[in-house]
């Protein structure tokens, strides 16, 4: 597991502008199957994705589904997974450490809202602080700012919230749903790894577009797993004719 990690975080790094590194996210074993025979070196599951193809709405889904639903994930493909656990299901870190070691993920996702509000920066650094120490460097975090989800227009309190978790201790910064005008100077402001999610309906920029402006690396959110569900839905219209 521990090289595994190695790898996964040597992606992110030395990673050429206009080269980010794209993260599919599987939300199932076969799903994960398809995207790694198709070439990529490691994986991101979507919360909202998973908690689809388990008959929840995104945010419902129990802790031990959830890592289960990882673990089914991981044990399918040979590279690399790291896991969106929301906000880490009420869980102490060093259980959450445990809990993701044990699914076999590599890393995951930690959101800084709670409840429809955003948390205190501090308090959440704390918390990732602890996350960061109990994982001992076997794990890659992921800390995930949500100032843009609500609705917070100033990329200045992304930046400040992300400057604490990068000193908590966090190897990525995930500003969610930052619009393309502002990367830039998200790119500017934050040290380490940048995390953009990106659009799969071509209307915003391309995948080497979010490179050229800033993102280290790039996820969909539970965008693949609805472009299934659409194709599926085709599908099943053509079955009816």
């Known amino acids: ?86 906000r880490g299901y009420g869980l102490a870190p060093k259980e959450i450490v445990e809990r993701l070691l044990e699914a076999g993920a590599v890393g995951c996702n930690l959101e800084d809202s709670a409840d429809g509000a955003l948390k205190d920066p501090r308090e959440q650094a704390d918390f990732l602080a602890e996350f960061v120490s109990a994982a001992a460097g076997r794990l890659f975090l992921n800390a995930r700012v949500d100032t843009f989800l609500h609705g917070e227009k100033d990329p200045e309190r992304a930046i400040e ?6 000193a908590a201790g966090a190897d990525c910064v995930y500003p969610i749903l930052a619009p393309a005008a502002v990367l830039p100077l998200l790119r500017s402001g934050i040290q380490g790894p940048l995390n953009i999610g990106a659009r ?41 004719k």
């Open 200 to 240: 799969l309906d071509g209307k915003g920029p391309s995948l080497a577009e979010l490179g050229e402006l800033g993102a280290t690396r790039i996820t969909f959110g539970p965008g693949l797993q609805r472009w299934a569900t659409l194709a599926l839905q085709g599908m099943a219209e053509h079955l009816k």
């Open 1 to 86: 597991m521990t090289d595994q990690v190695d790898v996964f975080r040597a992606l992110h790094l030395g990673r050429a502008q206009g080269d980010p590194l794209v993260l599919p996210g599987p939300w199932d074993a076969a799903s994960a199957r398809v995207f790694v025979e198709a070439g990529f070196p490691a994986l991101a599951t979507p919360s909202a994705g998973v908690a689809a193809s388990l008959g929840y709405e995104d945010g419902s889904v129990p802790a031990d589904e959830m890592f289960a639903a990882v673990a089914r994930i991981t044990r399918a493909v040979d590279v690399p997974v790291s896991a969106d656990i929301e």
């Open 161 to 166: 919230r992300a400057a604490l978790y990068v």
